[in-house]
């Protein structure tokens, strides 16, 4: 088993950044995949960003691409998003999620990923 864990989150003003860091415990050697979904007010989970090993496969949604960088422990199966020059149409509760593969064609697909952290809000000021 896998047990996930966001921190990170907070309160910023428009135009700044935060760094998103998702740590992980137990079997964490079988992990390849991780991956970044958010939840805005009052919308259904959407995909953020996801990467395979160490930078196998990087994929990001239209939203982001620019703007976050996500990245990847590989020997400890922990994952980071970088997020710059942020929105407040970035606000949200961000969450982590992991895998033993990469869902190549369906990357954005959140039940493609069987372990998930109870994510971290994020919240952007005008």
């Known amino acids: 088993q896998v047990q996930l864990v966001e921190t990170g989150g907070g309160l910023v003003q428009t135009g700044n950044s935060l760094r998103l860091s998702c740590g992980a415990s137990?079997?964490?050697?079988?992990?390849?995949?991780s991956a970044w979904f958010r939840q805005r007010p009052g919308k259904e989970r959407e995909f953020v960003a996801s990467?395979?090993?160490?930078?196998?496969?990087?994929d990001y949604s239209y939203s982001v691409m620019g703007r976050f960088t996500i990245s990847r422990d590989n020997t400890k199966g922990t994952a980071f998003l970088q997020m710059d020059s942020l929105k407040p149409d970035d606000t949200a509760v961000y969450y982590c999620?992991?895998?033993?593969?990469?869902?190549?064609?369906?990357?954005?697909?959140?039940?493609?990923?069987?372990?998930w952290g109870p994510g971290t809000q994020v919240t952007v000021s005008p």
């Open positions: 999620a992991a895998d033993t593969y990469y869902p190549q064609r369906y990357y954005h697909v959140a039940s493609n990923y069987r372990y």
């Open positions: 137990g079997d964490t050697a079988s992990l390849y995949s």
């Open positions: 990467i395979a090993g160490s930078g196998d496969f990087v």
